[in-house]
């Protein structure tokens, strides 16, 4: 039997998961993973992933392609190969993870209540009040607990130091927990034999967790709060992950046509007449929430919600202009808030970054362009951005034209090489660059399922993993 | 529960009915265009077809002549024919999808695998359309049993049912309907022809009604003796105990109406009561003696209403209160 492991590749410029440094030793939490993964064949393995295939299109773990045939909907494609997270690193990962989002979530309080971080000087205000993000309609509002950021999904790589980083805090509608989940079933199904081997954290009750935490913040007097989960609809690319949010935590997946305000409360239109609705776990962006308050035009929202939140009557998860803190342009200042709000030294690191809105900074910028990685403040999902390295002249004059006009929009950060993880891709298994996806939650306490999101480039030197740009998952373990 | 998750149950479980029927009607059409007979009495069997389905019309636009393998095409896997088998699975998976939280696993992943595995039983119809047939059957089988197998006995589970019933009591009363209509046209009226020959006709005639509607065994069975029309109607609309009768229809469709009752619905109650009176207290001479026609066309008008209160009552209540 040839074995799977012959392209394995040398020593390169980044941080191998599975490998220590040019002699290619397994590392320590990998050696069991590895000397099981060493004795398949690429036929078995590439059986498995087509069995993965067949079984996600079934249960219909899907993205609609929009004006595609209905028969043909699109797979994230998933890799047999799990990341693994040693338990002391996890340890130390969860602390600083904790610790960032009490941070970031005393940070959207403070902003929309007393701003002490703009009157201590520590964070301009321009970056804040000028910010699309930062919603004036929540001035002043209390919200259930205090609480913003009931769930937030925070991007972490590791640099070719072995560093882990935060690449960005997702604070809005942060989604991909179901391939969490549903990779990790997954994983049960084609290998039990590798659970049975290793102790991994389970990560099955993240529902529950989440279910808990949404009715610790229904607003004050309602003892069963009715929850619900918000999407745009079954064409939206996350649809899948709603309704099994939904159907995880048995509460309703509504859509706003099914919502409606009446006497300051929101209900809902069911079989037996107008039900109250007390938490929205909502998947829609602020933007479409209320027509009334936000975007005239749109058909996603209820009319007069704002309202009804502004009263404290229903609860917003997560709460209604949280945006303002996940914004590239605040992301430098999150250690001064650790700071500020905590005073705690971060755990965390940030990727250094230069603010483009500053001279010397843009100066620095813009002669270094073909070195850097420069993002739009407001883009997500890997959009309008520029990796210097990889792209040509052309792009870069072009990049520096669009740089120069509008410098406040960017901002622009070292080319991190992520690490790479063994990965099973038409050659064989090749290390391919990936990043993580933790899920924070927020409601009485902070909670972490240990494990998160992998997300892995699988184009061979990519450093994109944004599943719209041709990324893939996988499994990732925490060690027990 | 959401009315618009209601609603989507009522239709997933309607299309879902929808199709089998239509494969059971196209398999027992193609038996029975077996049987030696006349190309004018070969027609009549594809025309009617398209006339249970309300069709003649679209077809026409789209063929140019009455072929069997056009008849089949349409029927079948024509996605721009809205009762095809190919729109009717469309259809109800995409309700499913919608609901998909509410539906339990496995009733999801089994329409879903429907749908999915439609495209290559699609591929096999001409070779042996038969087959076909059967698959969306047992497809249909599967869906509503893993559907009582697997789901809370609550509104999802009620709703689902009333879409079951309600589109069964339609179907089966439309093929009775042109089944009797076709052999009367013949000349092999209720009374049955004399003769050996046209009683031997007769017979392959209404056994493939009968087998449409899975009741050969089961009309030998309650009855005993030789297949008449009368006999044949009498099972199919007044017998309580045969589950695509249109009185075991109507009763399952009057059960989970009133588990599902709330303020607006007694109006409606009401009438599905009445339906369910008349048949349970019919006789099927005095039906004859009306005009099965007439009467048939009478019933599918009261069912239809009561899909049209339902909808009212529930799923898409107009007043935000």
Redesign the interface.
């Known amino acids: 039997m040839s074995s799977v492991l012959h392209t394995r590749a040398a020593s390169a410029a980044f941080y191998d998961e599975m490998h220590a440094d040019g002699a290619g030793a397994v590392r320590a939490h990998y050696r069991d993973f590895h000397s099981w993964l060493a004795a398949q064949s690429p036929e078995s393995l590439a059986g498995k992933r087509a069995e993965a295939d067949l079984i996600f299109?079934?249960?219909?773990i899907t993205f609609a392609v929009y004006g595609d045939d209905?028969?043909t909907e699109r797979l994230i494609p998933f890799d047999v190969i799990p990341r693994i997270i040693p338990a002391a690193e996890w340890k130390r990962l969860e602390a600083g993870l904790r610790q960032r989002v009490k941070a970031l979530n005393r940070f959207i309080h403070d902003i929309y209540h007393g701003q002490s971080i703009v009157r201590a000087g520590v964070i301009p205000p321009e970056q804040i009040f000028c910010n699309a993000q930062y919603r004036p309609e929540m001035q002043g509002v209390d919200v259930a607990g205090d609480i913003y950021t009931h769930v937030a999904g925070i991007d972490v790589v590791r640099a070719d130091d072995g560093e882990l980083y935060v690449l960005e805090d997702n604070l809005r509608v942060p989604s991909g927990v179901s391939y969490m989940l549903e990779n990790r079933k997954m994983m049960m199904r084609l290998f039990p034999e590798l659970f049975a081997r290793n102790k991994v954290a389970p990560v099955a009750h993240y529902p529950d967790l989440l279910l808990e935490d949404l009715r610790s913040v229904a607003p004050s007097g309602i003892r069963e709060p009715t929850v619900v989960v918000l999407t745009p609809g079954?064409y939206n690319s996350a649809y899948f992950e709603h309704?099994?949010l939904?159907?995880q935590m048995g509460v309703?997946?509504?859509?706003g046509?099914?919502l409606?305000v009446?006497d300051e409360q929101v209900?809902?239109?069911?079989?037996?007449?107008?039900h109250r609705v007390d938490v929205i776990y909502r998947r829609i962006d602020d933007d479409f929430l209320d027509p009334l308050a936000f975007r005239p035009d749109s058909n996603l929202g209820v009319p007069g919600l704002l309202s009804v939140c502004r009263a404290g009557r229903v609860t917003l998860a997560n709460a209604i202009g949280s945006g303002v803190a996940d914004d590239k342009s605040i992301y430098p200042y999150v250690p001064d808030m650790i700071k500020f709000y905590l005073d705690e030294k971060p755990l965390l690191k940030n990727v250094p970054t230069w603010q483009c809105r500053k001279k010397e900074h843009l100066a620095h910028v813009l002669a270094r362009l073909h070195e850097l990685v420069v993002k739009e403040t407001h883009g997500a999902g890997g959009y309008g951005m520029l990796i210097g390295p990889a792209a040509s002249k052309a792009e870069i004059e072009a990049f520096r034209a669009r740089l120069s006009a509008r410098p406040d929009s960017y901002i622009a950060q070292p080319t991190l090489a992520l690490s790479a993880c063994p990965t099973f891709v038409e050659s064989g298994i090749a290390p391919r660059h990936i990043d993580l996806r933790p899920f924070v939650l927020s409601g009485k306490n902070v909670t972490i399922v240990p494990g998160g999101l992998t997300r892995v480039a699988l184009r061979q030197g990519s450093l994109v993993v944004n599943s719209s740009q041709g990324g893939g998952t996988k499994d990732t373990w925490v060690l027990e | 529960m959401l009315s618009q998750t209601a609603d989507h149950l009522f239709w997933m479980a309607r299309y879902t009915e929808r199709a089998e029927n239509t494969a059971r009607m196209l398999d027992v059409n193609l038996q029975t265009s077996l049987l030696p007979q006349s190309e004018a009495s070969a027609e009549l069997l594809w025309r009617g077809i398209l006339g249970i389905c309300e069709l003649q019309p679209q077809y026409d636009a789209r063929f140019p002549a009455l072929a069997p393998r056009d008849v089949l095409d349409f029927m079948a896997s024509d996605p721009s024919n809205p009762s095809s088998i190919h729109s009717c699975l469309n259809a109800a998976r995409e309700n499913a999808r919608a609901v998909r939280g509410t539906l339990t696993t496995e009733v999801w992943e089994t329409i879903n695998s429907t749908w999915l595995e439609l495209k290559a039983r699609l591929r096999g119809v001409e070779a042996d359309p038969s087959q076909f047939f059967e698959w969306v059957k047992y497809r249909s089988h599967l869906s509503r049993g893993v559907m009582i197998g697997t789901m809370l006995k609550d509104e999802a589970l009620y709703f689902s049912r009333l879409g079951t019933f309600l589109e069964r009591a339609d179907n089966t009363a439309r093929i009775l309907d042109v089944r009797y209509h076709a052999l009367a046209d013949q000349g092999t009226p209720d009374t049955g022809a004399d003769d050996a020959v046209g009683r031997s006709i007769d017979f392959y005639h209404w056994a493939a009604v009968l087998r449409s509607v899975s009741a050969f065994e089961v009309y030998r069975k309650v009855y005993s003796n030789v297949i008449t029309p009368a006999r044949v109607a009498e099972l199919l609309i007044l017998r309580e105990d045969m589950p695509r009768s249109l009185a075991n229809c109507v009763n399952e469709a009057v059960t989970n109406l009133a588990s599902v009752r709330n303020d607006l619905s007694r109006e409606t109650e009401r009438r599905a009561g009445l339906l369910q009176a008349d048949l349970h207290y019919g006789r099927i001479d005095a039906i004859l003696q009306q005009g099965l026609h007439a009467w048939l066309v009478n019933f599918l008008q009261r069912v239809n209403d009561l899909g049209d209160r339902i909808s009212r009552d529930f799923l898409v209540p107009l007043a935000t209160a």
């Open positions: 299109h079934r249960v219909g209905a028969g079954m309704a099994f939904a159907q309703e997946l509504v859509e046509k099914d409606f009446d209900f809902m239109r069911t079989t037996q007449g107008p």
